[in-house]
């Protein structure tokens, strides 16, 4: 059986720690909220698409 945990439940500043968290303390994911606004787009999110790596 694969266990995941809430992003809100764990610890840290970006998704990135909070995911070595949850394998850390023995999770195999997590799972995320929709929260919208971009919120997990990265610091390359850029709305006018100008120097998104996804439009290049």
Known sequence: ???AVQ???LPGRSL???FAFA???GFD???LRGKGDF???GPWWCPDGS???LTR
């Open 16 to 18: 990135q720690e909070k």
């Open 29 to 31: 994911a997590i799972e």
């Open 7 to 9: 992003e809100q439940l």
């Open 39 to 41: 919120h997990f787009a």
């Open 1 to 3: 059986m694969k266990l």
């Open 23 to 25: 394998l850390d303390a």
């Open 51 to 53: 120097s998104c790596p």
